[in-house]
């Protein structure tokens, strides 16, 4: 069974603080790096949920993103060997993880089935929706929107990827992405301040 995945929070979209920010001891990369089982155990335990969460917001999907979080660990522990230490083992890792969610996306052709939106730059970029938002209503909201503007926003605001790096992963432009997160932000917005999704306030009138 996948791990349940709880509702984003209300500033989810806002933060450029990965949830895959672990720090790793070197010592235990080491026992990892020499096929410890123990240690890949831990490491598995560590990024479970953080792989999980990412493949969800991109694929939507429980399914597959279980799918993406077995291959994603299967990838890693092959080939933990080549990881050098030249960067955070957490941002290593949570590139399998993004190239293997996007894989699965092209594989059900959506990815380039919703591309074919202009992807000319959009002057200036465009501020995430309020962290006031009510995190039931931005959860509603994010699922409405394409997959492709979905996966940009998340890589964008929640993961901290530059527009540079989401193109090249989505092998488009780093317009393509400034163009994605600009209309996707904005149809947050105009969502948000829907009836269907704004948050219900019940008020105190007496009987």
Known sequence: MPPTAPPPAAAAVATA???FAIDVPAALLRRARAGEGRALEQLYRWFERPVFNLALRICHDREVAADVLQDTMLKVIGRIGDFRGD??????????AVNEALMRLRRGRRLEAESDIDDHAIAGDVPPPSAAADAAALQRA???LPEITRSVLWLYHAEGFTHDE???LMARTPSFSKSQVARGTRRLRELLESPRTAPTRTTGTAP
Not at 90 to 95: E, H, M, P, T, V
């Open 87 to 96: 960067s955070p083992f957490w941002g290593w890792l949570r590139q399998i």
């Open 142 to 144: 994010m699922a409405e």
């Open 17 to 19: 603080t990965s949830s």
């Open 166 to 168: 989401i193109g090249a």
